[in-house]
């Protein structure tokens, strides 16, 4: 998307993104501070017209998970959030969304089972956040965050 952003401008790159289905179809998926999302709606807001939402992995409707009143994501750069929220365009997956959609060990037995060089790879990053969310949280299983968000 980089590349055509650069070609034929943000607009060409949204009507790319959007495959060619018209204004209003696109959909942007946002897993982590939403500064770069903020840069492309100010600097280039017809982007806007291509898409028909922009979900976002962040936010808590609850208790946070860097204070008790905030969400990394969010945290991170308040300013550019509220900036993408003023789009009207916003769907949040929270923390208490992505809280339930857990990496169980039944999980990471089914992908063990995959007996792929991806699936050890993520199997391994799995792990890895499990350890940090049990020493971290005290959580037994890692929550999957980011994947919430583009299935939704």
Not at 28 to 37: D, F, K, R, S
Not at 43 to 66: C, D, F, Q, R, S
Not at 94 to 115: F, G, Q, W, Y
């Amino acid at each position: 998307l980089f590349r055509e952003v650069v070609r034929g401008g943000a607009a060409h790159a949204s009507r790319v993104a959007a495959g060619g289905r018209g204004e209003g179809t696109g959909v942007l998926v946002a897993t982590g501070a939403l500064t770069n999302v903020a840069l492309l709606v100010s600097v280039y807001p017809e982007v806007l017209k291509h898409l028909h939402g922009i979900v976002i992995m962040g936010g808590a409707v609850g208790l946070g998970n860097t204070s008790p009143a905030a969400e990394f994501n969010i945290e991170i750069d308040p300013e550019a959030a509220a900036i993408v929220f003023a789009t009207g365009l916003v769907t949040m997956v929270p923390l208490e969304v992505t809280h339930t959609a857990l990496v169980t060990p039944s999980v990471c037995s089914r992908i063990e089972a995959l007996a792929s060089p991806l699936a050890t790879l993520l199997l391994g990053l799995l792990l890895h956040f499990k350890e940090a969310y049990h020493r971290v949280f005290g959580l037994e299983d890692p929550p999957l965050h980011d994947p919430c968000a583009v299935a939704y």
